[in-house]
């Protein structure tokens, strides 16, 4: 392959004062706007194609949901390919946890598909989700059978028959992002600059990558739920299992913010924040009948009484009881098993930060002020570091905790001002680009025959 560097002429566009040009019009080579429709065509089909939306109560719901995700993957796509991670972690613990009782006859598809809340019970109210876990409790307790999973909508052939994934979609995103990294690689052996919008096109591209890849197997556009019918259970068992539910924000009982718009926002609950809750109430719970019994007893000091109920509120209070659940704002929340994986949990930070690393293959690309310039690079660096330092925090929430309370809340504010500085800048910079930003190249191909 022969590849000829082939400038383009400056009487195709008019130069600024300080030898940038603004709109190019479309002539041999390449103008303005085809780059900006490539890059924009890149972006659209590396994120609509790879969002694996939940399973909403109605078809229009389930479309605003995915619509929302799109937003949050163009704005920020390392929550979305982390949150593609714990649902793959999830997946993988509810296969685990059914082995024995499903003589490992379920599988990643099938976990993926209870866990993207496509399962669900009736109750005289309406229908209710079936969680991950409480489908597990259900097999311990003998309550069903997993070889009655076909009746519950649970074959792999009913499963595949409701996921809408589109090949072709898929297939025409494989070949847009190979040709733009390509093309990209080819400017990069010519010498040739990226526009910062070819930049930032780039930066999706692992991370949407990441993100296919842990949701390769999960069901895609399920549109409607399976509902089933619970089976006989003593009102003990009852009580134990509609407490195991992780939330009722996505039951359908007319109940609350059940029918607020607002939940196509939120991030479909996981097992492990209902689990961690459950420990903290029940370890507070310990504390209190601790207490109790040696007041019984008469060996308690009463002068660290006040110090124990202060301490055992505080404790209730974290548990994420009815009182502090309902009013508790989660921003994040990383899978404990995940966060604290020693050598696995860095390797995630570094992917996280990698959006605003790749940003930087623009940090020699003139802007058209030196102010732009830097206010790129710095709102870059930011991004990098904001994301690294608000991935250190487990949980976040919008509770003052203490000093680091400042600092888990300002990180990600500070990550969503380098974007906004960033998609700014992308903007601004069509009006005065550098020249060489549409010279092309020729490529001569040579034909190779196969006998």
């Given at each position: 392959m022969?590849l ?6 400056s ?11 603004g709109?190019v ?16 065509t890149t ?21 605003l949901?995915?619509?929302a ?8 796509p ?6 593609a ?8 613990r ?7 009782s ?6 990643l ?8 809340l496509?399962?669900?019970y009736?109750k ?17 307790q003998?309550l ?13 052939e009913?499963?595949?028959d ?19 990294v390509?093309?990209?690689?080819l ?12 930049s ?17 197997i999960?069901p ?7 509902i ?26 007319d ?6 718009l ?12 209902k ?11 310990e504390i ?32 994420g ?10 921003v994040?929340?990383w ?12 390797i995630?930070?570094l ?22 310039q ?7 660096l930011?991004s990098?570091?904001?994301?690294l ?13 203490g ?12 990550y969503?001002?380098?974007?906004i ?6 903007i ?5 680009s ?18």
């Amino acid at each position: 392959m022969n590849l000829t560097s082939c400038p383009r002429s400056s009487s195709n566009f008019s130069l600024t004062k300080d030898g940038f040009v603004g709109w190019v019009p479309e002539s041999p080579g390449r103008g303005t706007l085809s780059l900006i429709v490539s890059c924009l065509t890149t972006i659209f089909l590396c994120t609509w194609v790879v969002i694996h939306a939940r399973v909403s109560k109605r078809p229009f719901l389930h479309r605003l949901h995915k619509f929302a995700l799109f937003l949050k993957a163009i704005i920020a796509p390392e929550f979305i390919a982390v949150e593609a991670l714990q649902e793959w972690f999830q997946a993988h613990r509810t296969v685990k946890n059914c082995a024995r009782s499903t003589g490992e006859g379920l599988k990643l598809i099938h976990a993926f598909y209870i866990g993207m809340l496509a399962l669900k019970y009736r109750k005289p109210r309406g229908d209710k989700v079936l969680w991950p876990n409480q489908y597990v409790w259900l097999l311990e307790q003998g309550l069903i059978d997993w070889e009655d999973h076909k009746l519950w909508g649970l074959s792999e052939e009913n499963i595949c028959d409701k996921s809408n994934a589109d090949g072709i979609a898929k297939l025409l995103a494989l070949i847009q992002v190979t040709w733009f990294v390509t093309q990209s690689i080819l400017r990069h052996v010519h010498n040739l600059p990226l526009a910062q919008l070819e930049s930032m096109t780039l930066s999706y591209i692992p991370l949407v990558a990441i993100t296919y890849f842990f949701w390769w197997i999960k069901p895609k556009d399920v549109m409607t739920p399976a509902i089933v019918n619970l089976p006989d259970m003593f009102l003990q068992q009852e009580t134990t299992f509609e407490s195991m539910a992780v939330s009722n924000t996505f039951d359908n009982e007319d109940l609350g913010r059940q029918n607020s718009l607002w939940t196509i926002w939120y991030l479909t609950s996981r097992v492990f924040e209902k689990e961690a809750k459950d420990k903290l109430f029940q370890a507070a719970k310990e504390i209190s009948n601790s207490r109790e019994i040696k007041q019984a007893d008469g060996r308690e000091d009463p002068r660290t009484k006040n110090s124990k109920d202060a301490e055992g509120q505080r404790s209730t209070c974290l548990s994420g009881g009815p009182t502090a659940s309902a009013s508790e704002v989660v921003v994040a929340y990383w899978d404990p098993e995940m966060y604290h994986f020693k050598i696995l949990w860095p390797i995630i930070c570094l992917f996280g930060a990698s959006f605003g690393a790749l940003h930087l293959l623009s940090w020699n690309t003139p802007f058209p002020t030196l102010v732009e310039q830097w206010l790129w690079r710095v709102a870059a660096l930011v991004s990098i570091f904001s994301m690294l330092i608000f991935m250190q925090f487990e949980k976040v929430v919008l509770r003052w905790e203490g000093p680091l309370t400042i600092i888990s809340l300002v990180s990600p504010a500070l990550y969503l001002l380098s974007r906004i500085v960033m998609i700014g800048g992308v903007i601004a910079a069509f009006r005065a680009s550098d020249p060489a930003v549409y010279d092309t190249y020729v490529v001569s191909t040579y034909w190779i025959h196969f006998l």
